[in-house]
């Protein structure tokens, strides 16, 4: 597969199969993606991937925090946090085709709610992948765990399997703490649930656009 293949591939899946990845191939896969660059070959990143009883172990942990009523306790700030013109723009057509391909209304508040909480159950994928960088950090070194983000998720593209990037699952992190070995002083600043899609599924069927090139890029000579 080559390169620009895997990057029109690449889409945010969030229908999966149940069948687990095996642990061979998953440390392949990450073992290719720590080749990543980095600033000055910092390497800021530290991974943790959740699966089995710990993931469903997990999942639940998180899920007693919401219904309680517990604030979002993110240490960076939410990529969704302030923005305004075009970009909140295109969040609100983000969610406007989300919303659309799964047939629910602006009204219907508690089965968007319902939906929303798909973050949490890492979308039934059967593994979740935590991100962390040193708290300290900033956003420098968050392009750093970007393109370790990317490299991994066109790996996974590669080796037949799908992926979702999520900013949601940096928001309850206690849970996420007490069940996987972060390294003391980081912080959550993205998850990534991943397995192999569930092909048919209505939910995969939500395929964001791009803006033109011309709208996103100058060439000047």
Known sequence: MKVSDAVKARRSIRGYKPDPVPQELLEQIFDQARFAPSNCNTQPWHTVVVSGQARKDLQAAIFEEIMSGKAPTPVFTPGDADLTGVYKDRQYQCAFTYYGIMEIERHEKEKRQQLAMKNWEFFDAPHVAFISMPASMGAVNAVDIGIYLQTLMLLL????????????????????????????????????????????????????????LADLVQFIS
């Not at 928001?171 to 003391?184: G, H, Q, S, T, W």
């Not at 397995?195 to 656009?209: K, T």
């Open 157 to 212: 593209v590669e080796n037949g399997l799908a992926s979702c990037p999520q900013g949601a699952l940096a928001l309850y992190p206690d849970p996420v703490f007490k069940i996987a070995n972060i390294p003391d002083g980081n912080a959550i600043i993205c998850g990534l649930s991943f397995g192999y899609e569930d092909v048919g599924a209505r939910i995969n069927d939500v395929i964001m656009d791009r803006d033109p």
